[in-house]
């Protein structure tokens, strides 16, 4: 990948604890996505009808692995909608007809740190799309944002990220064109249910 010439228009944040899933802008901060994982406790106590002590959404320690339904919930209070990305279809085919609502990726990689044997880590980064439709990698891991070198890169990236049982999800700004068109052309394969992906206790940072 090619590093970009500047970087002075994008926003960029370093890995943070566990707080790689964090949105790549200055939004949210840390106490507003912490309350909408608390509201997202709420819904499901009040649906399962029993209580719910430790919050599933997010890390009980207070250091961020938060669950992607938190990201989606975030989305939506910024009129972006998530879907989550099959990866039984073709991601060069998806992409190449994404229309200009598509703002992004969110990808969501398996890790193994090495300092927690038998441990499983979780680790989220977004994927920009730029005006002109060029990607750049915002992984929180990286010194700065990275740009793809032509879409065959991007593609190629992506594909590694799923035969790697990676997830993709796909962003796009929340309007009644791009949901119409969408939904005609199956690109993405619904929106991403409330339960959490994985337990706070089973995520580990590792940056």
């Not at 994008?10 to 106490?31: D, R």
């Not at 005006?131 to 929180?140: E, H, I, M, T, Y």
Request: overall charge negative; glycine content about 8%; some cysteine.
């Amino acid at each position: 990948m090619a590093q970009i010439t500047s970087t002075r228009s994008l926003y960029h944040e370093c890995q943070n604890h566990g707080q790689c899933g964090k949105l790549q802008g200055p939004v949210f901060s840390i106490t507003d996505l912490d309350i909408i994982a608390e509201d997202l406790r709420k819904i499901a106590q009040e649906s399962l009808q029993k209580t719910i002590w430790k919050n599933p959404y997010k890390s009980p320690m207070g250091m961020g692995y938060y669950d992607v339904s938190v990201l989606e919930a975030a989305l939506n209070k910024q009129d972006c909608t998530l879907a989550w990305f099959d990866a039984r279809r073709d991601i060069a085919e998806s992409l190449a007809q994404q229309d200009e609502s598509m703002v992004g990726l969110i990808v969501h990689v398996p890790t193994s740190p090495r300092w927690v044997p038998f441990w499983k880590g979780q680790h989220w980064f977004g994927i920009l799309r730029l005006s002109n439709g060029a990607f750049v990698n915002l992984d929180s891991r990286l010194s700065q944002p990275t740009a793809f070198a032509g879409f065959d890169d991007t593609i190629e990236f992506l594909n590694d990220i799923l035969q790697n049982n990676g997830r993709l999800f796909l962003i796009h700004r929340n309007t009644v064109e791009s949901r119409e068109q969408q939904g005609e052309k199956g690109g993405a394969s619904g929106t991403v249910v409330s339960e959490p992906i994985a337990a706070a206790e089973d995520e580990v940072d590792a940056s």
